[in-house]
């Protein structure tokens, strides 16, 4: 089961990835965390999505669709995968489209996680006083939101349009959002 949880920043696609991760026994994908992870060892690709993320901006497209493209053909996502950060352009979502042609992979669905924006901002400002990211500042929050709406708000459009595409209200407590994410998933 390959699904894509899809929003914006501060929605919580990662915590309800990790509970559909528990329940159907697939791994969670963040790109987010990968690009911390890089970022951690300071590795070459680490030390380029620092400079961007601390700045709110996207990592470039062909470096996303790379490390994708290893985590679909890893062992570990054979019997599926719940990606959570990918795609953000239309153009990724194209790539990953094709890539999953290639690959002999359907997309079972895209949820979207709906959350206002009033709501994303409190969710970002705790996240930042209990996390402490060095993504999650005000001013890079802002950015990140303007981002999203520019960038990749056209994605739940493009995975609409092929009818893959199911909106779950993201407000309410952790347990009642993953039920709706559940019964999206029927």
Do not use: W
């Not at 992870?37 to 901006?57: C, P």
């Not at 402490?132 to 500042?137: F, G, L, M, N, S």
């Not at 309410?172 to 993953?178: C, L, T």
């Amino acid at each position: 089961m390959h699904i894509i949880l899809f929003g914006p920043p501060g929605v919580g696609k990662g915590t309800q990835a990790k509970i559909l991760s528990e329940r159907f026994h697939i791994p969670h994908i963040s790109t987010g965390d990968m690009l911390r992870e890089e970022i951690k060892h300071q590795t070459d690709l680490g030390i380029k999505a620092k400079v961007l993320m601390d700045a709110g901006n996207l990592v470039a497209d062909d470096i996303m669709i790379g490390m994708i493209r290893s985590v679909l053909q890893s062992h570990e996502c054979v019997n599926g995968i719940i990606l959570d950060g990918f795609p953000r352009t239309v153009e990724q979502a194209t790539a990953l489209e094709t890539m999953m042609q290639e690959l002999h992979i359907s997309l079972k669905r895209v949820l979207y996680i709906e959350v206002t924006e009033e709501h994303i901002m409190e969710r970002l400002v705790k996240r930042l006083s209990v996390e402490h990211r060095a993504d999650d500042t005000a001013e890079t929050i802002t950015k990140r939101i303007t981002i999203y709406k520019q960038s990749t708000a056209p994605v739940k459009t493009y995975f609409e349009s092929r009818g893959l595409l199911s909106s779950v209200n993201g407000e309410g407590s952790v347990e009642v959002v993953a039920q709706r994410m559940l019964e999206a998933l029927k």
